[in-house]
């Protein structure tokens, strides 16, 4: 395109293409368009300026974590103490026989159900029938089978021993049923 000046304010469009289409255009529409296009560029610029200062605070965190890393890193030479100890597990587990209930008549396979519970965990849980190990338990529900068939008939005492993970032992108290 090319301007011809017709005034201080107003200057005349050709086109380089088509001589036939001429245009008045306001010089201050173009001061305005320049002023935008300024203005656009500015824009951007500080968009951009922005975003390095976002990456640039997120580097300076990751070199703040990195540095505060470093402090917990050991030399081979050196010699940490000890970690303290634990603290020790001093509470035994719960333990009671739900079933068979007391003095109950059995006879064939009965089922023995056991609640067990403690605050750490429990390790397993042994039946006995008359201080006899019937048998061990280590999920629950804690469950076993008692084949009565081979008991001599009368009174029997199952009792349940709980033992945690750190090795605490609890006992029911003795149930006493009939064969």
Known sequence: MLYEKISDTKLREYEVVQNTNETIIDANDL???KRFMENEKLRQWEQYSETIKNHERAIDDINAKLALAKTYLVEPDVVLPPPPAPIP???PPQVFIQSPLELDVV??????QVIATDDIGIEDVNVEVDKNPLGTITA????????TSKEISG???IVAIARDMSGNITYSPARIVVV
């Open 155 to 157: 009174k029997h005492s």
């Open 107 to 112: 006879s064939g396979m009965v089922t023995i």
């Open 89 to 91: 597990d001093v509470t």
């Open 31 to 33: 001061l305005t368009q």
């Open 140 to 147: 629950a529900p804690y469950t076993i089978g008692w084949d």
